[in-house]
Structures are given as structure tokens and as C-alpha cells.
């Protein structure tokens, strides 16, 4: 016997994933994963709602090799290369319509006959049991045959599923009528009411065949929807991307070439009505984008030379010459798609342990009936009483609920997050906020825009604030540093265009001077103020001594050597970062506000958003080790940041959140991607892992509890098995249906 041995670390490895079709219950989907499991070198995760195995395997695993285990456990597999479409899928979904259409239509004559036969046995004339024979037919052969071939399979194979118990159930009502309608009809007396539910010898279980056949399909069915309704935002996503892009060469000659061709450094140009074939950065031109499949914003965004865009979003207006940065599998589309996918393989702990009992379910379930047919021999019953209640144990015994708990949550919510731009990378990040009781948020391009803007003016000696913004803004506008741009873009949409500069002169680390319209103005610090001897009105050095306090940065403007303003500058607040936090004090969490700022910075951030623990001047190699220092003190941490010194903090921290557009390392640290350009994503990521561990708790509690009570009822012959049926096939759609109600989850918006 061969021993497992997972990939070694820091090994090269390959990702792939398989199709598997057959796959009825969790004892089939544990069965593929456990012979996948065996092969060396490969770990992998089977999803029963999906169909879909994820595997991480050795590159000496051949696909063939993948494949062949999984026909070995009696399944079907194809390599997945990413370009399939929905078409098999919605074929399959056709195919149970069909056969579900036809059990049901004769379900109901079968029903009435039968019923009708064993209470009346004069109103039965000569051929009725071929009448009857010639109904049931088309569904315990036509309709059931899925069944019935799977569960051949299984037999060959040595195992067994869901569908053996069905099957078995089927064939063994089938064939106890047939012995009843020929060879008992005549010795068989009349019963009415509840009588028929005890079921006296010579009575008739084609209704029971044909039912459990019924409710199967029916309930697979309604599965196959649900399943493919839950995975319609990660094919929208998927159909996001551009298929082919115009190209544009160095000669301005253009050409449409598929996307798939498409190359890093290449310009390619975007047309109103358009997506984006890939991530880059605009070259020339002017539009208005639609990003909000990608981020959940609603106002387009406009976008203009030296804008980075992502592939996926649309061109609304105007249009885009767009040099590639990152291409097909590179791109941030193809990496949420990705994360979508991996987030619907996730499992709790709990369905875990559900998988491993499921394996052993049906076998138990087959020796349960046995048991039960002797047992009720043994003590007196008839023939009759004993194979009623062993066939009811076989058709309401179904492991396939136990099988759905997760992952039909699972891809609801992971639909409904990627709506939402919120993107998860695995069943962990929902597991993480059980006992989430901290939040930890960074301050910089997480509660602040990330960036400088002007906060204030204060002017003096007869200038207003539009001449101030008009010639202070012309000469930064040549300078490329921060404050600068904070500068010149508040001027122009204060002024609109602004005039050239001469005789531009730039101080690194102090300031800037130039001449605007005949005027000599210098912008810059205090320090470069006093290196050209000017002196500055006793009220705005007030007013600069009180911005500093409150630790916002000041530039002094001086025209014509006279000290004319004071701009205080700062990092602003997001506007819904006041309300974000307020929902998360709402769920009864406690926030933390961290920043590398200095203290009077970040306690004026902190009284703005309602924020009363603040961790200020930490350095970024020490936030990861402030999150450790919480968890020490016994906080469960959640880290929301989005730089690339936010990495190690988001890999320490209990759940891990990467907001906004963000680097891409500290995507990779992160559990959840919040593309959302709003702080209330990060409440809303939460409340929504809440509500799906709830859904899946709910499921799962219902899947044992049902399969707990219902199997000894049966045994004791209290349920007819009929209604076995029905009850089988109704726990399957309980937590289907349950899960689909994730799909009512909204999340906040700014107001």
C-alpha cells in the first residue's frame, strides 16, 4: 500500500481542476476525494454542489493519473481548462426536467390505482395489473435508470451512495407489487382510510416506486437550479472579460486581435460601449467607466491619462488608449474569478466530519434495513410489516443533505459577496469572524483617502482665497511631490485652468518658486520662508501653530516677497468611514485605529470616525507585532489595510482584509478582498460571513437531526414509506432553499 506524501514545501506545484460528474450524495463526493487523496503528492478538495475537484498536485501527477483515480471510485472526470461553457451543465438540467416531468405526470394515475385496488378490490377488472404494470414502467425503468445505473457502478466498484439506497428501494417495491398484484390479488382484502398506511398483505408499492422516483428527481432538480442560480455571478464575472481588443501599433496602425493574444506593453484602444481587455494604464484619451461589476461603485468613475484600469469594466463614454500591464491569467479579473472558485471548494470543520460519516452512511443504512426486516420476523410481525418498514429505512435514509450544507451556502454567499465586491478566498475567512471581537484598521488609503488634499486656507493682506489657490496653484502644478499635486488639483477645481510659470525653481524637501503672471511667488515650509527673509503676519502664524497642533501639515504662499497664506493640508477622511465604524460598534465590536502618524494626526482621525483606541507612531515592521500583542491580551483580531507594509499584519491577524484597490501583496496576505471603495465594505464582509455560518449551522444541525430521527421512526414502522419519500426528498430541499435565502443579503451603501 502506497503512502500519501503531500507536496513538499516550497515545491513546485500545479493547480488543477476536474469535472466529475455522477456525484449524487457526500458519500460520493468523500469517495472521489479520498482516492484523489491517495495518489502521492496530491491534496485535494471535492465540491458534491459544484461537481468540480480542486487539486494541488506534484507536477509528476500527470492529469491522467488525476482522472483515472477518479474513475477507479466509479465517477466520470475531464481536465478543466478554464474555456468551458454552460452548456453541458444546462443540458444536464434539462435532462432531470425531463425525466422528472414524466415521473411526476404518472406518479399521480399510479397513485389513485393503486390506492383505489387495495381499498376496493371488486373495482378491479380483468388486466389491471397490466395497467398498472404499463404506468410504472416508463418511471422505475426510464425515469430511474440514472439511478439504477449508478448504483451499478457502485456495486462493481465495491461501494455504495445514495442512489444504491434509491435504487434498491425502487427495484424492491417494483418487484413486492408485481409478487402482489399475481400471485396475492385475489387473497388480498378491501381496507379504506388510514388502514392503507399499514399496508396488509397483497398490498400494492408501485405508488412508492414511482414517488421515491418523483420526489428524487424533483429534488435534484430543484438541486441543479439552485446550484447554477448560486454560481450565475461567478459566470457573469467570468463573462466580464473582453473577448477580442484593438490593438494599436507603434505606427498607429490598428488591428482586432483576440484577447488572449493580447501582450504585456501593447496598446490597444477602448471605444465607448467596450470592456477593458486587460489591467493597465491609459495613454492618452478621456472616458467615463463603469466599474461597478468589479467594485460595487455605482457612479462611474472618470478616468484620464496616467489612470490604471482594470480589465472587466466597461467604457461608458469618450475613449481609452490602453497600455497592457497585466494580461489573461494576470489580471485582477482572472484573479477575483479565481477566488470565487476557490471560495465554493471551502468546507467547515464540522462538514468535514460530516463527509467522514457520510462514507459509512449508506452501508449502515443497509445493514439498519436488514436488521430491521429481521427483527420485525423475530418478533412476530408479518412479511408484510417487515418489508414495509426496511423499505422505509432504505428511501428516507438520503446522506445527500448532509452533502449540500456547506457548499450550496458556500457559492450562495460567495455570489452574493462578489456582488457585493467583497471577495473571499476560502470557507477560513468566514470560520475567522465567528469570534471576531477586535478591528483593527489602518489609517493611511484605509480610513483616509491616502492621500494630501487642502483642508483649510487662511489669507491675509487683501488676498482671497482664489487668487492664493490660482498663483499657488501654477507654480506647484510643475512639481511633482504630494503636497504639490494636494495643491494644484484643489486650484484647479477651485479656478479651472491655470496659468504657466516661469523661472520655476524647486527646493527638494522645502518648496517651490516660480513666476505666475509677473508675480514672484514662493510656496513651501516655514524653513524656506525664513531662507528668503520674509516674515510672517502674527495671524497666520497663529493659525499655523494651531494646524500643526492638531497635526496637520502647513505650506506658507508669499507673493512678491510678502507672506500672503497659510494652507493646511491633510489626509481626508473616507466619507462613509464614520459610519462604517459605527455599524461595526453595532455588531459589538471594538475598533482600534492604527497609524504610523504621529499622535495629534491620528487622534483627530479617531475623534472623526468615533474611534477611541488609537496605536499611533507605529512603524510597519511593528504592526504585525501589535496585532500579536492583541491577540496575546485574548482579542480575536480581524486587520483591515491596504499597503504593501499592511502584509504581515493582515497574515497575523485572525481574519485578514484587504480594502480598496490595495497592492497585490497585501491581496495575496489578506482572507478577504474588499474592492469596494467604501469603509462600510468592511462591516458589510462581516455581517455577511455571520449570516452564511449561520446558514450553514442551520443546515447542517438540520441534515443530523433529520437523518437521527427519521431512520428509527422508519425502523419501528411508523412511516409509511411513501411519505419516507417525501420526507427524503423535502430535507434536500430544505437546505437548499435555506441557503438561497443568502441571496436577500444587501449590503450598506453610502448615503
Not at 134 to 141: E, S
Not at 354 to 374: E, M, N, Y
Not at 638 to 654: C, E, I, K, T
Request: glycine share 10%; proline share 4%; charged share 20%.
Amino acid at each position: 500500500m502506497s503512502v500519501k506524501s503531500p507536496p513538499a514545501p516550497g515545491a513546485a506545484v500545479r493547480q488543477v481542476e476536474l469535472s466529475v460528474t455522477g456525484m449524487t450524495c457526500a458519500a460520493c463526493s468523500s469517495r472521489v476525494e479520498r482516492k484523489l487523496n491517495r495518489l502521492a503528492g496530491v491534496e485535494a478538495t471535492v465540491n458534491l454542489a459544484s461537481g468540480r475537484a480542486t487539486i494541488t498536485a506534484d507536477p509528476q501527477v500527470s492529469d491522467e493519473q488525476l482522472v483515472e483515480a477518479v474513475e477507479k471510485a466509479g465517477y466520470q472526470a475531464e481536465v478543466l481548462t478554464g474555456q468551458e461553457d454552460t452548456a453541458d451543465t444546462g443540458e444536464q438540467v434539462n435532462a432531470l426536467w425531463r425525466r422528472m416531468v414524466v415521473a411526476v405526470a404518472l406518479f399521480v394515475p399510479i397513485c389513485d390505482l393503486s390506492l383505489l385496488f387495495m381499498a376496493f378490490p371488486q373495482a378491479r377488472f380483468p388486466g389491471w395489473q397490466w395497467l398498472l404494470l404499463a404506468l410504472a414502467a416508463p418511471v422505475v425503468g426510464w425515469a430511474a435508470w440514472p439511478l439504477h445505473r449508478a448504483a451499478l457502478v457502485n456495486a462493481r466498484h465495491g461501494t455504495s451512495s445514495m442512489d444504491t439506497l434509491v435504487s434498491i428501494g425502487v427495484t424492491a417495491a417494483t418487484g413486492w407489487s408485481l409478487y402482489a398484484m399475481f400471485f396475492q390479488a385475489d387473497a388480498a382484502p378491501g381496507v379504506a382510510g388510514w388502514q392503507l398506511l399499514l399496508r396488509p398483505e397483497g398490498a400494492i408499492y408501485l405508488e412508492v416506486a414511482a414517488g421515491v422516483t418523483a420526489f428524487v428527481l424533483a429534488g435534484r432538480y430543484v438541486e441543479a437550479k439552485a446550484n447554477r442560480s448560486a454560481g450565475a455571478a461567478l459566470r457573469e464575472l467570468a463573462a466580464l472579460g473582453a473577448t477580442a481588443v484593438t490593438v494599436v501599433s507603434e505606427g498607429g496602425e490598428q488591428r482586432q486581435v483576440p484577447v488572449s493574444q493580447l501582450r504585456v506593453g501593447q496598446r490597444f484602444l477602448v471605444r465607448a460601449g467596450e470592456s477593458i481587455g486587460a489591467d493597465g494604464t491609459v495613454v492618452e484619451g478621456r472616458a467615463a467607466v463603469d466599474c461597478s461589476a468589479m467594485t460595487g461603485e455605482s457612479v462611474p468613475a472618470e478616468i484620464g491619462v496616467s489612470d490604471e484600469v482594470t480589465g472587466g469594466t466597461v467604457v461608458l463614454s469618450g475613449w481609452l488608449l490602453v497600455e497592457a500591464v497585466r494580461v489573461g491569467r494576470d489580471t485582477r479579473l482572472a484573479a477575483m474569478v479565481r477566488l470565487v472558485e476557490q471560495a465554493q471548494t471551502g468546507k467547515a470543520a464540522v462538514q468535514r466530519l460530516a463527509d467522514r460519516i457520510s462514507a459509512f452512511f449508506v452501508p449502515g443504512v443497509l445493514v439498519v434495513a436488514l436488521g430491521t426486516f429481521g427483527c420485525w420476523l423475530a418478533f412476530g410481525g408479518t412479511g408484510q410489516q417487515a418489508f414495509t418498514a426496511a423499505l422505509a429505512v432504505l428511501v428516507i435514509a438520503c446522506p445527500c443533505a448532509l452533502g449540500l450544507a456547506t457548499p450550496t451556502a458556500l457559492m450562495v454567499a460567495a455570489g452574493v459577496a462578489a456582488r457585493l465586491g467583497i471577495f473571499l478566498k476560502g470557507y477560513s475567512a468566514l470560520e475567522s469572524t465567528r469570534d471576531i471581537d477586535t478591528v483593527v484598521l489602518d489609517k493611511t488609503g484605509t480610513v483616509t483617502e491616502g492621500r494630501m488634499s487642502v483642508a483649510g486656507i487662511v489669507c491675509a493682506g487683501g488676498f482671497d482665497r482664489a487668487t492664493v489657490l490660482r498663483l499657488a496653484g501654477a507654480v506647484e502644478a510643475v512639481s511633482e511631490h504630494a503636497v504639490a499635486a494636494a495643491i494644484s488639483d484643489c486650484a484647479r477645481a477651485e479656478v479651472g485652468p491655470l496659468p504657466p510659470v516661469e523661472e520655476f525653481t524647486g527646493t527638494p524637501g522645502l518648496g517651490v518658486s516660480g513666476v505666475v503672471e509677473g508675480r514672484e511667488v514662493v510656496v513651501g515650509s516655514p524653513k524656506l520662508i525664513a531662507e528668503r527673509g520674509l516674515s510672517v503676519p502674527v495671524e497666520l502664524a497663529e493659525n499655523q501653530r494651531e494646524q500643526q497642533e492638531q497635526g496637520n501639515p502647513t505650506v506658507l504662499v508669499a507673493v512678491d516677497r510678502r507672506v500672503v497664506a497659510v494652507l493646511a493640508l491633510a489626509d481626508q477622511v473616507k466619507p462613509t468611514a464614520a459610519r462604517a465604524v459605527a455599524e461595526l460598534h453595532r455588531l459589538g465590536l471594538r475598533t482600534v485605529l492604527l497609524t504610523g502618524d504621529n499622535t495629534a494626526t491620528a487622534n483627530r482621525v479617531a475623534e472623526q470616525l468615533g474611534i477611541t483606541e488609537v496605536l499611533a507612531e507605529v512603524l510597519p515592521e511593528e504592526k504585525a507585532a501589535v496585532v500579536r500583542r492583541l491577540q496575546a491580551e485574548g482579542r480575536v483580531v480581524a486587520f483591515a489595510g491596504d499597503g504593501v507594509n499592511d502584509a504581515p499584519a493582515l497574515a497575523s491577524a485572525d481574519l485578514g482584509m484587504a480594502v480598496g484597490s490595495g497592492a497585490h501583496v497585501a491581496a495575496d496576505a489578506a482572507d478577504l478582498i474588499l474592492v469596494r471603495d467604501e469603509l462600510t465594505v468592511v462591516p458589510d464582509a462581516i455581517r455577511l460571513a455571520r449570516s452564511t455560518l449561520r446558514t450553514i449551522r442551520g443546515n447542517l444541525v438540520w441534515a443530523f437531526g433529520y437523518n437521527l430521527a427519521a431512520v428509527p421512526l422508519a425502523a419501528l414502522g411508523l412511516l409509511n414509506p411513501l411519505l419516507a419519500g417525501g420526507a427524503m426528498a423535502l430535507s434536500s430541499l430544505f437546505v437548499v432553499s435555506n441557503s438561497q435565502r443568502l441571496r436577500r443579503f444587501s449590503g450598506a451603501r453610502a448615503g
